[in-house]
């Protein structure tokens, strides 16, 4: 199982450094999210520069970014804790991508497709309170935190067996997040429909 273990934490990582963002505001002739609102390349920053479709598309792909190396480890038969790794491999992936100078983004929505093998109640748990969140305060970067915050805490009530894999992406996720925690804290952060001056996400 070991072979196959690094061979999919490779390919996880090599699919995670695809930068949806940058690939749908070329494809729509965008300016690049790594310099254009917060610089953050994810869907969120893309919706500001270039509306629903664009972010949706981006927030789709990073999705499946995570998803197929995740689904398809399962299937090979490999154990939840090689899950995990396959899992974080996709998001530094992400965070850091090969194919475009180590720069990228917050891997919440790659984070999210990792999760979906483990079930759609997860997810619909996930979505609903990063909604929440959002639909209160307005902040997506708050939302991601509180909502990979709970993630091993739904898994746990839901399989328990992937509560360890999961709290091990959750760390990562929210390590990432660490400036905007600060942001939030001073008050600083902007909100996620707040399309004017030098935004973060």
Known sequence: MIPSTILMIAVAYLCGSLSSAIVICRLFRLPDPRTTGSGNPGATNVYRSGGRIPAALVLVMDILKGTVPVYVSYWMGLDPVALGFIAIAACVGHIFPLYFGFKGG?????????????GFSLAGLLILTWLTVVFIWGYSSLA???AVCLAPIFTWFIKPIYTFPVAMLAILIVARHRANILRLIKGEESKIWDKRGRLKD
Do not use: Q
């Not at 917050?106 to 483990?118: C, D, E, Q």
């Open 106 to 118: 917050k891997a919440v929505a790659t984070a999210f497709g990792t999760l979906l093998p483990i």
């Open 144 to 146: 991601a935190i509180v």
